[in-house]
């Protein structure tokens, strides 16, 4: 980044103390103005405060009363702050929500773990100030489970979570399907 630039800030929106801190420091130490947020609240009135260029957001958020998805606060977050990029960030990741936080207005969306270079290369692509255009993030194929996996996450979405459904669709029987959704994520 140059050093007579202005400074871009940056948002982190995510309920882990330890990887919200790790990763802002990380950020700062960068050369960006680096906030955090931990809960919904919070998140929605940094943003108000701060106008951040860039929101690192968590889909996976545990606030008060429960676990809530991240993709119902890109749409309030791309209100509040119109001009900011977003980036989704999972432990989970699938084709399903990757479209849909995409259709809900957010700019990339990465598995973690994710290094600080991968998340600003993410962000290069409609921040050009950033000057990281040079990395991409890394694009790996899939292998067959995790295709499967996704496939089976983009059917199960499609059907409103309904397993029968799902099941009816992917031509598969239920109890192999719920054996299926049972397991952790195939990693790519």
């Not at 809900?104 to 973690?112: E, F, R, S, V």
């Amino acid at each position: 980044m140059n050093a007579g630039a202005m400074t871009l800030s940056i948002l982190v929106i995510d309920d882990d103390p330890l990887f919200n801190d790790v990763l802002c420091r990380a950020l700062l130490r960068r050369g960006y103005a680096a906030s955090g947020a931990r809960t919904i609240a919070e998140a929605l009135a940094l943003a108000e405060q701060m106008q951040p260029q860039m929101i690192v957001l968590d889909l996976n958020l545990a606030d008060v009363g429960g676990s809530m998805s991240g993709l119902t606060l890109v749409a309030p977050l791309k209100r509040t702050c119109p001009e900011s990029s977003i980036v989704v960030l999972t432990g989970y990741a699938s084709i399903a929500t990757a479209v849909e936080a995409i259709k809900l207005g957010a700019t990339h969306y990465l598995a973690k773990p994710v290094d600080v270079d991968t998340l600003l290369a993410a962000f290069s692509a409609t921040l050009p100030e950033i000057g990281h255009a040079g990395n991409s993030p890394p694009s790996a194929p899939l292998s067959v489970q995790r295709m499967e996996w996704e496939h089976i996450q983009r059917i199960l979405l499609e059907h409103n979570g309904n397993i029968s459904a799902t099941a009816r669709a992917l031509n598969m029987h239920r109890r192999t399907l719920q054996r299926k959704l049972g397991k952790r994520p195939v990693k790519s």
